[in-house]
T-cell receptor, first 113, second 116 residues
């Protein structure tokens, strides 16, 4: 049962433009959300997170937005750079589950020059 | 964030043998570590939660007698795949919760297992 869903398997964006990656979840107990960047045969690299008590968190070019009522979050990358090309995983966790992560299936982002 | 290492990074073994994968937290003491695996073109799936000094907690569908987890110290957790079969071929990744009571998990580089 996939509790975290990334419905776009791939996204192509031109360099300098904004990349928007979307994620939906079904479990209302989730209270912490994270985005990871991953290359093949490597471990995920933490990018940015947001607690359920907030609706926005920003770190440099990366901003995560959380809409709890819609059970939706998104990652904005602006401006996009070719080095951002990778697979991005959305993950969610709950304090009462020891913060074990539930991952989406990932979105492959390609930033073209 | 926390720095996590894994060893080996790549292992090929014959069917029926056992393989041990080590996960080390290099810069802080981790009471909790997690083990995930990722099959090709799929998401990362949690296998078990490893707790220092106590038994691991396994997710539904993960055989605890096949995937032995030992978390004997605050910096080391091991996953042993016993009597490995080709269907166990996967990418195994460990993680730790960040120090200071944080909720963020930091991942190791992963171990690619190929069972012939």
């Amino acid at each position: 049962d996939q509790q975290v869903k990334q419905n776009s398997p791939s996204l192509s964006v031109q360099e300098g433009r904004i990349s928007i990656l979307n994620c939906d979840y079904t479990n209302s107990m989730f209270d912490y959300f994270l985005w990871y960047k991953k290359y093949p045969a490597e471990g995920p690299t933490f990018l940015i997170s947001i607690s359920s008590i907030k609706d926005k968190n920003e770190d440099g070019r990366f901003t995560v937005f959380l809409n709890k009522s819609a059970k939706h979050l998104s990652l904005h990358i602006v401006p996009s750079q070719p080095g951002d090309s990778a697979v991005y995983f959305c993950a969610a966790s709950a304090r009462n589950s020891g913060y074990a992560l539930n991952f989406g299936k990932g979105t492959s982002l390609l930033v073209t020059p | 964030g926390a720095v996590v290492s894994q060893h080996p990074s790549w292992v090929i073994c014959k069917s029926g043998t056992s393989v041990k994968i080590e996960c080390r937290s290099l810069d802080f003491q981790a009471t909790t570590m997690f083990w995930y695996r990722q099959f090709p073109k799929q998401s990362l799936m949690l296998m078990a939660t490893s707790n220092e000094g106590s038994k691991a907690t396994y997710e539904q569908g993960v055989e605890k007698d096949k995937f032995l987890i030992n978390h004997a110290s605050l910096t080391l957790s091991t996953l042993t795949v016993t009597s490995a079969h080709p269907e166990d071929s996967s990418f195994y990744i460990c993680s730790t919760l960040g120090g200071g009571g944080g909720e963020t998990q930091y991942f190791g580089p992963g171990t690619r297992l190929l069972v012939l």
